[in-house]
Nanobody, 122 residues
């Protein structure tokens, strides 16, 4: 059974940084597309960043230049480095993995983590 476990969330002030991690258990995910999504209270879940099995990445416009998605295949772990955080980045962050098109749409992903909360204060 495939499990995704996120960690690294927390509370920071605007301008600060956090690094989220997502460890994959039960599958060697090097062939999966992996992604980070987030959902703020009262809002729909949105794709933040994706990374394909060939290492190609994509980002939402709102995080370009501030967030970096990466992976360590040897550790079966996905990362999201978040710099220059803004209050509007406050949300529950989820990692996801799947074999569909590597685009930031929920239904392309087969596996989801439980989420980790990120709170940015002004």
């Amino acid at each position: 059974q495939v499990q995704l476990v996120e960690s690294g969330g927390g509370s920071v002030q605007a301008g600060g940084s956090l690094r989220l991690s997502c460890q994959v258990f039960g599958y060697t995910y090097s062939s999966l597309c992996m992604a980070w999504f987030r959902q703020a209270p009262g809002k729909e879940r949105e794709g933040v960043a994706t990374i394909d099995s060939d290492g190609s990445t994509s980002y939402a416009d709102s995080v370009k230049g501030r967030f970096t998605i990466s992976q360590d295949n040897a550790k079966n772990t996905l990362y999201l480095q978040m710099n220059n955080l803004k209050p509007e980045d406050t949300a529950m962050y989820y990692c996801a993995g799947g074999w569909g098109d590597c685009i930031p749409k929920d239904d392309e992903y087969n596996y989801w983590g439980q989420g980790t909360q990120v709170t940015v204060s002004s």
